[in-house]
């Protein structure tokens, strides 16, 4: 029975850090890019500074109408903001937040399951795009699977370079096995790993499938209410599980300068909330990336350099036994 | 009630510090624009924002701001020049003629008097002729600027009300030290000059 009661409280957590993080996120995002650009951002919902904004906005999609256009395959189209959703949902089960079995599901397989799993949120965007029987749906769609296609690439690569260091597929395995040198040994793999992921989850600058103004948000173009704010959610919470695989493979996760048992959680958090406004910056200082940019900066630089950085580690892993 | 904004920096004014310098030559190392980007997102973002909560806080207008044209009907003599000069033909001014009776041996004065004086602010375009050529300083302009109706017609206001926008008119402008001395007193003393010379 405590088993039992134990696993349901870990849902619990994994429930409820899906429900505020990415909210949490979205409210860092407003303010901090208002700031940024030398305004103030949501002041009003809630009182204070504008902390209730993202709720106000839930509660807005709520109330519109849902509408399926006449033309778009119905079942798809539904069914997509919910393909795009989930699997953020299922990538934090794998996130270990601390030693020794603080983890709700610790695959022996993990970083393979969380790769794996986050390709399909990228499926919900292309099914969005092709069922929306709209042309620039279509063409955010398409966009959207190229940019997987050349993404996906570094970004495996990348991962098996920190397996590879740390010698297990296991995430909790590669925190264990993390020790400071890894800062300069992965460094290379960092930087790939985080923008292929940041160009998987369409953030600015590689945001040329949604380019809302010139294809009106690619694939959301048709999608209004609640399906639309899944998409949104989508977004952020994407945002929130780069961030924390990010600080998993190659920032060590929950290791803090102390109480690694007790405050693990905490020091992934603090990671995962610095990656997400290093996500914000990099969205607020640069502008889009063409198609061809895009597709260029993933093959002619992230994969030669994922390469490299895999040589890099199994030389010195053979070097050092 | 006005605040005091924050500082507004003048271009190319950083160009002096040694931040600047600092940065011109991150900037051209290979990858060093995209460093310059950062930084200055994450400069802007220490620093004070330029908005202004308008309901809650005044702005803080400049002397000279065109905001709405306030009457002092005291100096106005119906001479008629704004509303003839009125490009939009939005001045709209009645008057009858009062004779005073003679005072000592003399003959009955006989002065205009102001009936109606409104200026429609659905026309007007602000462009500050009437201010510009009426020759008795009846007409100024005023900061004031929160004077919407719900309907068009009500933005015809009248003498009372532009009477009383004169109470927001804000002083004149000190000379500015650097700038050329007013032609009154330039002629003055030229002719001063010419008087201690001969």
Known sequence: MPDLLEIVLKLAAVAAAFGVLPLLVGQAEHKVMAHMQGRLGPMYAGGFHGWAQLVADGVKFAQKEDVVPA???????KLAPAVA????LLVLLVIPVGPDGQVVLDLGLGLFFALAVMGIGVIGAIMAGWSSANKYSLLGGMRIAAQLMSYELPMVFAASSAAMAAGTLSLSGIVEAWHWYWLPWQAIGLVVFFVAGLAELRRPPFDMPLADSEIILGPYTEYGGLRFAFFLLAEYAGIVVLSALTAVLFLGGWRGPFLDAELGWLWLLVKVFALA??????RVSYPRMREDQLQKLAWAWLVPLAL???ALTGVLRVALG | MRRAGPPVPTPGAHRGTPGYAIMSTVGRLPGGGLAKGLAVTLRTMTRRTITRQYPEVQPDLPPRSRGVIALFEENCTVCMLCARECPDWCIYIDSHKETLPA?????????????RFAIDFSLCMYCGICVEVCPFDALFWSPEFEYAEYDIAELTHEKERLREWMWTVPPPQAHDPSGE?????AAAEKAAARGRKT
């Open chain 1, 71 to 77: 033309a778009a395959d119905r079942t798809v189209f």
């Open chain 2, 181 to 185: 001395p007013p032609k009154e007193i």
């Open chain 1, 277 to 282: 406004f290093v996500v914000i910056w990099l």
């Open chain 1, 85 to 88: 959703i989930v699997p953020y």
């Open chain 2, 103 to 115: 005072e000592g041996g003399g003959r009955a004065r006989s002065r205009n008097v102001l009936d």
């Open chain 1, 308 to 310: 490299a950085q895999l």
